[in-house]
Nanobody, 132 residues
Framework: QVQLVESGGGLVQPGGSLTLSCAVSGFTLDYYVIGWFRQAPGKEREEVSCISGRDGDTYYAGSVQGRFTVSRDNAKSSVSLQMNSPKPEDTAVYYC?????????????????????????WGQGTQVTVST
């Protein structure tokens, strides 16, 4: 049974840092793409970042490029999202999600699948609030 559990959310000041973790079970990270998505109040869920469990290929949304860093630890079945210099507009519920890594994605890039509709397994989410 595929399971994803997020942790590490909380209150962080603008310009600070926060690291979210996604613990996965029921599957081998090597064969999956893990995505981070977020949903702010009154807004649709949007992609933040994706990473290939196979080779570490990454994609970042323009709004977080240069501030957030996604990484994986296959041995620990865990994916992290380091949030540096967060802004109030980063306030949202953050979700991690998983989808099988297919051949096409391996040939091209995780960017091609880093959208909500491409992911079938989701965690429950963790709240991140950026405020003074």
């Amino acid at each position: 049974q595929v399971q994803l559990v997020e942790s590490g959310g909380g209150l962080v000041q603008p310009g600070g840092s926060l690291t979210l973790s996604c613990a996965v079970s029921g599957f081998t990270l090597d064969y999956y793409v893990i995505g981070w998505f977020r949903q702010a109040p009154g807004k649709e869920r949007e992609e933040v970042s994706c990473i290939s469990g196979r080779d570490g290929d990454t994609y970042y949304a323009g709004s977080v490029q240069g501030r957030f860093t996604v990484s994986r630890d296959n041995a620990k079945s865990s994916v992290s999202l380091q949030m540096n210099s967060p802004k109030p507009e980063d306030t949202a519920v953050y979700y991690c999600a998983a989808r099988l890594l297919d051949l096409q994605t391996m040939i091209t890039s995780v960017q091609t699948v880093c959208v909500e509709s491409q992911f079938s397994s989701w965690g429950q989410g963790t709240q991140v609030t950026v405020s003074t």
